[in-house]
């Protein structure tokens, strides 16, 4: 089975600041892995998803995400925060293992991280 | 495009009734879900569809049902409401095949059971 660990509760971090959200998964095989963000009272955003090739994974807002298969995880990186990215961020893993039709929209979410950037 | 569209976005119920959840897409995505977000567990999939006729139980699906008659809607609905069923309801959908799943989200909906 699936499972995504996302280890801190919350992340603070000064404006200007590097920002690292982590993220570590269990799966069968290789897996697809992807980021999410939540603002307050909306739905969640994508923001990047690994499924194959390069190691370092670039998305929206400047974020970026580095895949460590050795160590099973996919942290979230973004080189300076801003106050703008304090929100809800969440990983999320499928196995590709369990390709069949009925499985295919199946994403583990983690329990997701809180970030704070201040001022 | 509208995107995923989700009615009501508050709704509170007394322990009991039946309501039901709206959820739209115009993106002609086979693929449709609900999730529950509460605090601390990440979201937890209630149940999906992949493709009209077509639904199936996900991780917490008791007291809920769904239908999906055509691609566009799939409603949750809550048969008799605990309070336990007081959470943040998402939809999502995506293409079924041929890509990496991305799902998009609609805006949620907060219900409180009393």
């Known amino acids: 089975a699936q499972s995504v660990a996302q280890p801190e509760d919350q992340v603070n971090v000064a404006e200007g600041n590097p920002l690292t959200v982590k993220c570590t998964y269990s799966v069968s095989g290789n897996p697809y892995l992807f980021w999410y963000v939540q603002y307050p009272n909306r739905g969640l955003q994508f923001l990047l998803k690994y499924i194959t090739g390069d190691n370092l994974v670039k998305g929206s807002y400047g974020f970026e995400a580095e895949f460590n298969k050795s160590q099973t995880s996919f942290h979230l990186k973004k080189p300076s925060a801003l106050v703008s990215d304090s929100a809800l961020y969440f990983c999320a893993v499928r196995d590709p293992g369990a390709l069949t039709t009925d499985s295919w929209g199946k994403l583990q979410f983690g329990a997701g991280t809180q970030v704070v950037v201040t001022p | 495009n509208a995107g995923v569209t989700q009615t009501p976005k508050f709704q509170v119920l007394k322990t009991g009734q039946s309501m039901t959840l709206q959820c739209a897409q115009d993106?002609?995505?086979?693929?449709m879900s609900w999730y529950r977000q509460d605090p601390g567990m990440g979201l937890r999939l209630i149940h999906y569809s992949v493709g009209a006729g077509i639904t199936d139980q996900g991780e917490v699906p008791n007291g809920y049902n769904v239908s999906r008659s055509t691609t566009e809607d799939f409603p949750l609905r809550l048969l008799s409401a605990a309070p336990s069923q007081t959470s943040v309801y998402f939809c999502a959908s995506s293409y079924s095949t041929g890509t990496s799943g991305e799902q998009f989200f609609g805006p949620g909906t907060r219900l409180t059971v009393l």
């Open positions: 993106m002609n995505h086979e693929y």
